[in-house]
C-alpha cells in the first residue's frame, strides 16, 4: 500500500461493517444500521459507545467511519468533524511514520500484521496527548475495514519523564554524598536496595577511607559489590534492619557492633548509626569507640552529616525547652505544621494544640517534668497553620543532665492525619453496614412471605384452571361421540385440536407450578456419582433409535443435590432428543474440573439456535419453534437457570443455525444454602 494515509488519498473499501464483528455498531455515514444489534442497548453497541478507551473504525483508505465518546472527549472534536477524516491526520509529524507503518502492516497482513504503535495525537484546541493504537484489519475485498482502539498514554509518558529525572537526580546525589564523605575520618558507606523486598540486595555505592582503615571496605575492591559479599557473615537481624531503614521504615537507628579482624585479634567495638536517605539509600556511619580519646573531635567533624540526618529525617523533629517553647526545628515538621522555624520558635506548644486535647498533655508533661517518667508515645491534634487540625502520633523523650536536671525534651512528630481519617471513614461505614444488615434483614421477611404467597397463588392458578379445561376437554369428547356420524371432518379435527389445546394448557400449568417450588425445599446435600446419574437420565428419556449419547471422560462423584442436578440433566438431554432433526442425532456430554466447581458441557449436532435468541430460551413460556411443530411448554431451560442460580452455578450457551448447540453449566464443588445462593442472585 503506497498511499499516503495521513491524507486518506486512496478509495474507501467500506459500505458496511461485518456484522460477525458487529455489523449494527455503525455504517460509513456514523448511523446506525439494522443488524444482529437491533437497539442500542445491545452489550457491544453499549461497550463500544461508553467504553473508556477510544474505539474507531474506518475504511481501507483510513477514512473514519464512526468513532466512540471516548476518542470525542479525548481529542476534543466532534463527532461530525471526525467522521469522513483520515484518522492519520490527527497524529503528529514526527509520529506519522510508524503510526502509518502499522496501519500499512496490518492492512496488508490481516490480523497478523496487528501491532501497537505510540504517538502523539492533535487535539482540537492544538495541544497534544499520546495515544497507544491497535489495529486490525476485517474482512477482505470492497467490504475490508480496519477496526483501531487507543488508550490514553499521556500520564505514563509524563511518569517516565519524571523518573528519568529522578535516576538523573539521584546520580547526582550520590556523587555529591560521595564527594562529602570521602575525607571525613569518620567510616561511611552509601548502600542502595536493588529489591526493596530484599535486604541482601543493598549494594555499596560509596564507601570512604576511613571505612578501609577500619573496616576493611576499599573503593577499588568492594564498591558496587552486594553486602553480602562485602559481609558474608553479617549477623541476619543487623542485616534486617539496614533493609528498613533503607525503605525508610525507620528514619534513623543506633546501635553498637563488635569485629573482630583476621589480622587483628583486639576486637574493635563500633557505634553504628544508619540514616535513610532518598531512593531507597541507607547511610551507615561507623564511629570507632575503642579509644574514647578521640570522641569529643569526632563529635565535631561529624556536626554537618548529623545535621543533614536532622533535616532529611521523614518525621518532624524538634528539641523543646523544660518550658514546652520550640528550640530547633527540622523541615519536615515546618511542612506538617505549617509554620515556619521562626513562627513556632515564637510559639508555645500548647498554643497550638487542640482544646480537646489540653487535658492529656497536661498530665503527661507534669510526670515528665518531675520524672515520674522520661519517654511517652501519644496522639494528639495540632491547629495547623491554615486553621485545620492534624492529627500526629507524637513520641516525647527527656533529655537530662549528669545531675538529673532537665535539659530539654526531643520531640518526633507523625502525620497521621490520614489513617485517622480512614478510621472515621471504616467506622462510618460500619454503621451504614448495620443499617444496611436491618434493611435486609426486613427485606429478606417480606420476600418470604411474597415466594410463599407466590407459590400458593401458583398452586391455587394450576389447581382452578386444570378443573374447568378438563370439564372442557370432557364436553368436547361427549360432542363427538353423540354427534358420531354427524360432524364433517373439519369440525371433528377442531375438537381434537380443542384437546390438544387443552392439554397444552394443562402442561402449561404444570410447568409453571413446578418452576415455582424449584428452591421452596431444603434439601441436604448428599453423595452423587454423576456418570450413574446420567445413566439414569439417559435410560428415563429412551432415545430414538439412531441418537446416541456419548459420556467423554471421568464423571466427578459429587456432595450435591442429586434431585436437582438430575433436574438439570434431564431437561437439557431431553432438549437435545426433542429438536433434533436429523436421524443420526448424537450428544456428547464432558466434564472440566476447575478449582471451585465443575464445568460439565453438552454437545449435540441439532438445528443450532440463532445467537439473537441466547437470552430467549432461558426465559420461562418462550419457545424457538411452534407448539404445532414441537410440543414444549417453554419452561424447562428456566427451571434450569434458576436451579442453578440457587445451587450457586452458571449456565450459557455457543451455537450457530445449522452447526449444533453447546450448553455449559457448572455446578460448584461446595453445595451452597439456598439463603447464600438467592443472595447471590438477588
Known amino acids: 500500500m503506497s498511499s499516503d494515509l495521513s491524507n486518506g488519498d486512496f478509495a474507501p473499501n467500506l459500505h458496511q461493517v461485518p456484522e460477525e464483528l458487529g455489523g449494527g455498531i455503525g455504517n460509513n455515514n456514523g448511523v446506525r444500521e439494522p443488524g444482529n444489534l437491533e437497539s442500542s442497548e445491545h452489550p457491544l453497541e453499549q461497550f463500544f459507545d461508553q467504553s473508556s478507551d477510544l474505539f474507531a473504525i474506518g475504511d481501507g483508505g483510513g477514512r473514519l467511519i464512526r468513532v466512540n465518546g471516548a476518542m470525542v472527549a479525548t481529542l476534543g472534536y466532534r463527532q461530525d468533524e471526525l467522521v469522513g477524516r483520515s484518522l492519520l491526520s490527527l497524529v503528529h509529524s514526527e509520529d506519522l511514520i510508524a503510526n502509518q507503518t502499522a496501519f500499512e502492516r496490518c492492512w496488508n497482513r490481516g490480523q497478523d500484521g496487528a501491532k501497537t504503535v505510540q504517538g502523539r495525537w492533535q487535539r482540537r484546541d492544538g495541544s497534544l496527548c499520546w495515544l497507544e493504537w491497535n489495529f486490525v484489519r476485517a474482512g477482505a475485498g470492497e467490504t475490508a475495514t480496519f477496526y483501531g482502539v487507543a488508550r490514553d498514554i499521556s500520564a505514563q509518558k509524563q511518569q517516565m519523564a519524571i523518573a528519568q529525572k529522578v535516576e538523573q537526580r539521584l546520580k547526582e546525589e550520590l556523587a555529591l554524598y560521595s564527594n562529602l564523605v570521602k575525607d571525613l575520618p569518620m567510616a561511611i558507606n552509601l548502600w542502595q536496595l536493588q529489591d526493596r523486598d530484599n535486604a541482601g540486595s543493598l549494594l555499596l555505592v560509596s564507601s570512604n577511607k576511613a571505612a578501609r582503615n577500619n573496616v576493611g571496605l576499599g573503593e577499588a575492591s568492594v564498591v558496587g559489590k552486594t553486602i553480602l559479599k562485602c559481609f558474608p557473615d553479617i549477623p541476619a537481624d543487623e542485616l534486617r534492619r539496614l533493609g528498613r531503614v533503607a525503605r525508610q521504615e525507620l528514619s534513623n ?22 540514616v535513610s536517605l532518598p531512593q531507597n539509600c541507607v547511610a551507615a556511619i561507623l564511629e570507632d569507640v575503642s579509644d574514647r580519646v578521640h570522641l569529643s573531635q569526632q563529635l565535631r567533624r561529624s556536626e554537618g552529616i548529623f545535621r543533614a540526618i536532622f533535616e532529611r529525617a521523614p518525621l518532624g523533629i524538634a528539641r523543646m525547652s523544660p518550658e514546652g517553647y520550640w528550640l530547633e526545628i527540622n523541615n519536615r515538621l515546618c511542612e506538617i505544621l505549617g509554620y515556619s522555624p521562626s513562627e513556632l520558635q515564637q510559639q508555645n506548644f500548647r498554643e497550638i494544640t487542640h482544646p480537646g486535647d489540653a487535658d492529656q498533655d497536661k498530665v503527661i508533661y507534669s510526670q515528665l517534668l518531675s ?18 487540625f492534624v492529627w500526629s502520633n507524637v513520641s516525647v523523650s527527656a533529655l537530662r543532665k549528669d545531675d538529673g536536671e532537665l535539659d530539654c525534651f526531643v520531640v518526633t512528630i507523625q502525620d497521621i492525619s490520614e489513617r485517622k481519617a480512614m478510621e472515621s471513614a471504616a467506622q462510618q461505614q460500619s454503621e451504614r453496614l448495620k443499617v444496611l444488615n436491618t434493611r435486609l434483614a426486613r427485606t429478606a421477611r417480606t420476600l418470604d412471605r411474597r415466594n410463599e404467597e407466590l407459590q400458593q397463588f401458583a398452586y391455587v392458578v394450576s389447581h382452578d384452571l386444570k378443573a374447568p379445561l378438563r370439564a372442557i376437554s370432557s364436553l368436547s369428547e361427549w360432542l363427538e361421540e353423540d354427534l358420531q356420524g354427524l360432524l364433517p371432518e373439519d369440525s371433528r379435527e377442531h375438537l381434537q385440536l380443542i384437546r390438544k389445546r387443552i392439554g397444552r394448557m394443562g402442561n402449561l400449568l404444570d410447568g409453571l407450578l413446578e418452576y415455582s417450588r424449584v428452591g421452596r425445599k431444603q434439601i441436604e446435600p448428599d453423595t452423587v456419582v454423576v456418570a450413574d446419574l446420567l445413566q439414569g437420565v439417559v435410560d428415563s428419556l429412551l432415545p430414538p433409535p439412531g441418537f446416541t449419547v456419548e459420556i467423554v471422560g471421568q464423571m466427578p462423584v459429587l456432595q450435591a443435590r442429586s434431585l436437582s442436578l438430575q433436574q438439570v440433566f434431564a431437561n437439557l438431554v431431553g432438549n437435545a432428543i426433542m429438536y433434533c432433526d436429523r436421524d443420526d442425532g448424537k450428544l456428547i456430554i464432558s466434564v472440566e474440573e476447575r478449582d471451585e466447581d465443575y464445568a460439565f458441557s453438552l454437545q449435540d449436532n441439532g438445528p443450532g439456535i440463532d445467537p439473537r435468541h441466547y437470552e430467549k430460551i432461558f426465559t420461562i413460556f418462550q419457545t424457538l419453534n411452534p407448539r404445532d411443530k414441537v410440543e414444549s411448554t417453554g419452561v424447562g431451560l428456566a427451571i434450569v437457570k434458576k436451579i442453578l442460580e440457587l445451587e450457586g452455578g452458571t449456565i450459557s450457551v455457543e451455537s450457530e443455525l445449522g452447526q449444533g448447540t453447546t450448553f455449559t453449566f457448572t455446578w460448584p464443588k461446595v453445595s451452597v444454602t439456598f439463603d447464600e445462593a438467592s443472595l447471590q442472585i438477588n
Open 253 to 274: 537507628y543506633f546501635y553498637q557492633v563488635t569485629y573482630v579482624y583476621p589480622d587483628n585479634p583486639v576486637p574493635r567495638s563500633y557505634d553504628v548509626c544508619l
Open 371 to 388: 520524672g515520674a517518667i522520661d519517654t511517652c508515645v501519644l496522639e494528639k491534634r495540632y491547629l495547623h497553620a491554615q486553621g485545620h
